[in-house]
């Protein structure tokens, strides 16, 4: 339990974030960034990773 | 196989086994690296395939055969039909894939839509160094939507440093043509990104505005492949120094900071995501298992090629596709490795505070000879630095837009 702990203190917590102030971000990296998390939440396919070596 | 040394083989069948009984399973594959051709028409002084350790091209034949290309589609198929695959991403490389001509990536592409789910969403990518980009040949590529990206390393002066001919001429007034066209009208649907390879001598700037006047819509930096036995450039073993670190801040500072973002930029996009909680889809960061397989020009089966920079053999599994399926390589040592997350990483790493966000750095960044694969990364005081930045950074930005809120 305290190792889930400080994996959580180093990881960004954004329960107090007010989502209604994100369109200020307009589209900039943070933005598209809170949007991603906010859509993969639960997503099994976001659990696999792809070759380096192609984008 | 190993390097000079005999490395410890780590998972043994008994970990394996020690694992499946503690509820771990392996994720199918779901990204098919095809080498349609093993030969390339550039020498790029870095290169993994040609120019490190391994030396296994020399062994293969010089493009993939209507025959292999057949049962690399029957295989790769087959595990889609197996696993109920949402997703599967093919990916043409070499050597360079152009090489393989027009038709045989349209005949790869056309049997590929037809023998895979029809619920399986396709996506097919040629990585290329780019200097054979013509309209017929995107006409044809375009035919089958397949995408196409780009190599380029930076500044014409930076990129001609290393990414030559092989009579020294440098590639990049090709690879610039090139991209204009794939940048025109019809085509510009077509184009997936660019990667870079870092070299510390060109100026991170620079290099990252060089490569953003192609518009690309996404972009990655790739850290140099070498390892403790082979260390990369400018990389040596003073834990102080973060050379690395260094360049990619300088560039992501510049990134972060656009009010509108300019491209994706893949690295630090996933840094972000792990920060705020999610799963990587990058091999390169985090712990989310690996899903790739690599289907060389004669049908064997092999893990993610880049190992080549390790030692002569790294990659190989003894797997070929006319005896054995893609499922026969989730039991390969090498593969449950890069699938099992935490377990499989060094014991430092395994004790690190960043660990679910580095995950232990890229897999052949942790090649040592005598050891093997468990150790940190060689970029180890790199990663460290860059995602400690880029945590300050976005953590700063989120307190801002939560006290704005009280």
């Known amino acids: ?55 | 196989m190993s390097g000079t040394l005999i490395d410890p083989v780590w998972p043994t069948s008994d970990d394996i086994a020690a694992l499946q009984a503690g509820g771990w399973r392996p994720t199918p594959i779901r990204q098919f690296v095809l080498k349609v051709h093993s030969r390339c028409n550039l020498a790029c002084d870095y290169c993994y395939v040609y120019r490190m350790a391994d030396q296994t091209w020399r062994e293969r034949p010089l493009a993939m055969s209507r025959d292999i290309l057949a049962l690399a589609v029957t295989r790769i198929a087959e595990h889609a039909w197996r696993h109920d695959l949402p997703r599967v991403g093919v990916v043409f490389h070499g050597g360079e894939p152009l090489l393989a001509g027009p038709a045989f990536l349209a005949d790869a592409a056309r049997a590929l839509r037809r023998s895979l789910p029809p619920t399986t969403t396709t996506t097919l990518t040629v990585q290329s160094n780019g200097v054979l980009l013509s309209v017929p040949l995107l006409d044809v590529l375009g035919e089958h939507d397949i995408s196409v990206a780009v190599s380029v390393d930076g500044t014409a002066a930076g990129h001609d440093r290393h990414r030559r001919y092989p009579n020294g001429r440098g590639s990049y007034a090709d690879i610039a043509r090139g991209l204009d066209l794939l940048n025109s009208g019809p085509y510009r649907r077509l184009f997936s990104g660019l990667l870079c390879t870092v070299d510390l001598t060109q100026d991170p700037v620079d290099c990252y505005r060089a490569l953003l006047g192609f518009a690309p819509p996404r972009m990655d930096f790739l850290l140099p492949l070498g390892n403790w036995t082979t260390p990369p450039p400018g990389r040596t073993a003073d834990p102080a120094t973060t050379p690395y670190a260094d360049w990619l801040t300088a560039v992501f500072d510049r990134w972060y900071s656009a009010p509108v973002q300019e491209t994706e930029l893949r690295l630090f996009r996933e840094i972000i995501h792990l920060l705020l909680g999610g799963s990587s889809q990058l091999e390169s960061i985090g712990l989310a298992p690996s899903t790739v397989a690599v289907i060389e020009a004669d049908g064997s089966l092999e893990e993610t090629d880049t190992l080549k920079s390790a030692y002569h053999g790294a990659a190989t599994t003894g797997l070929h596709l006319a005896e054995h399926s893609i499922d026969d390589m989730l039991g390969h040592p090498s593969v449950v490795a890069r699938q099992v997350g935490l377990v499989a990483l060094a014991e430092k790493c395994q004790l690190c505070p960043v660990r679910t966000v580095c995950g232990g750095g890229y897999y052949p960044h942790r090649y040592r000879s005598g050891s093997g694969f468990r150790n940190p990364s060689v970029y180890c005081p790199d990663l460290l630095a860059l995602i400690g930045h880029v945590r300050a950074r976005v953590s700063r930005d989120i307190g801002l837009l939560a006290r704005a809120t009280r």
Request: no cysteine; aromatic share 2%; proline share 2%.
């Open chain 1, 1 to 55: 339990m305290d190792e889930d702990r400080e994996i959580e203190s180093n990881l960004i917590d954004l329960s107090d974030i007010d989502l209604e102030l994100l369109p200020l971000l307009q589209d900039s990296v943070l933005a598209r960034s809170i949007r991603r998390i906010l859509q993969s939440a639960g997503s099994l396919d976001d659990a696999a990773s792809t070759f380096q070596q192609s984008i």
